[in-house]
């Protein structure tokens, strides 16, 4: 079946400008989770969704970052006026919601801040 | 506070020889501890997991990993490795209790399997 996808793959922006990021989880799956990943680290926890909402949001850096999964399937994470520390790849990840199961992961994003 | 470390930074050995990737965690309960391996300009591919029960778990591709409780580690393990292993490798945890379901990882350690 179909994974984790995530677009775009790629995506150069500006300062200051605003940029959506898009993920489409695997079917079925009810918990999706955004990680950020910076070059030579692991992925750092965003946020995390249960359904619709938000169960966890405490790894957002600040309240530039938003992130939406309004019906409870696709989620954009979104990033307003961007800065050149926000240059990382944004990593997607779904499960099917308990603990113990394994997350699966999209591709990424690769974000670009001139 | 939940955390993972990966001492070594990179691993180097021969095809056909065991290696060993090392982690250790910190959790304030008993912990769910994940292994994925990430190819350039690939995602996260999870590996294998331990919940509970026995402390050998085995993955894909021939890897395993032990649980040891009392030394707080979960070292993923290959009999025999290939070249084609060489990649990232990430160790994860997340802790078993209260609603947070997070993955707190490692920094990541690079396998070079050379011929």
């Known amino acids: 079946g179909a994974g984790v996808s995530q677009t775009p793959s790629n995506k150069v922006t500006e300062k200051g400008k605003y940029v959506e990021l898009r993920c489409d989880p695997i079917?079925?799956?009810?918990?999706l989770y955004w990680y950020r990943q910076s070059l030579g680290q692991g992925p750092e926890f965003l946020i995390y969704?249960?359904?619709?909402?938000?169960?966890?949001d405490s790894g957002l850096p600040n309240d530039r970052f938003f992130a939406v999964r309004p019906e409870g399937s696709v989620s954009t994470l979104k990033i307003q006026r961007t800065e050149r520390g926000d240059s990382a790849v944004y990593l997607c990840?779904?499960?099917?919601?308990?603990?113990?199961?394994?997350?699966?992961f999209g591709p990424g994003t690769r974000l670009t801040v001139l | 506070a939940q955390s993972v470390a990966q001492p070594e930074d990179q691993v180097n050995v021969a095809e056909g020889n065991p290696l060993t990737v090392k982690c250790t965690y910190s959790v304030s309960g008993n912990p769910y501890l994940f292994w994925y391996v990430q190819y350039p300009n690939r995602g996260l591919q999870f590996l294998l997991k331990?919940?509970?029960?026995?402390?050998l778990v085995k993955g894909s591709y021939g890897f395993e990993a032990e649980f040891n409780k009392s030394q707080t580690s979960f070292h993923l393990k290959k009999p025999s490795a290939l070249v084609s292993d060489s990649a990232l490798y990430f160790c994860a945890v997340r802790d078993m209790t209260g609603t947070a379901s997070k993955l707190t990882f490692g920094t990541g350690t690079r396998l070079q399997v050379t011929l």
């Open positions: 990840a779904s499960s099917r919601g308990q603990a113990h199961n394994e997350q699966f």
């Open positions: 079917s079925g799956h009810t918990a």
């Open positions: 331990y919940i509970t029960g026995d402390n």
């Open positions: 969704f249960q359904g619709t909402g938000a169960a966890d």
